[in-house]
Nanobody, 119 residues
Framework: QVQLVESGGGLVQAGGSLRLSCAAS????????MDWYRQAPGKQRELVAA???????NYADSVKGRFSISRDNAKNTVYLQMNSLKPEDTAVYHC?????????????WGQGTQVTVSS
């Protein structure tokens, strides 16, 4: 069984920084893309940042220049460094990964971590 466990959320003032981590564990052969999504109350879940197995990255326009996604393949972990946080960044942040176990790749989600940015 594969699990994704996020950590690093919390309460921060506007302009502050947080670093989220998401570690994959279990029966893992390889990991393809890893992403961070977020969902604010009353809004749809949106893609925040994505990173391929080769390290190529993609960001939502709203976080470009402020957030940075990275991964440590040896630790099966993806990170999201969030700087210059704004109140509108407040949301539950979810990690997502496509993980190959045995022969096939499957999509897995973490349980989510709350990020609250106060003005």
């Amino acid at each position: 069984q594969v699990q994704l466990v996020e950590s690093g959320g919390g309460l921060v003032q506007a302009g502050g920084s947080l670093r989220l981590s998401c570690a994959a564990s279990g029966r893992i052969f390889s990991i393809n893309g890893m992403d961070w999504y977020r969902q604010a109350p009353g809004k749809q879940r949106e893609l925040v940042a994505a990173i391929t197995s080769g390290g190529s990255t993609n960001y939502a326009d709203s976080v470009k220049g402020r957030f940075s996604i990275s991964r440590d393949n040896a630790k099966n972990t993806v990170y999201l460094q969030m700087n210059s946080l704004k109140p509108e960044d407040t949301a539950v942040y979810h990690c997502h990964a496509n993980i190959v176990s045995l022969l096939y790749g499957y999509d897995y989600w973490g349980q989510g971590t709350q990020v609250t940015v106060s003005s």
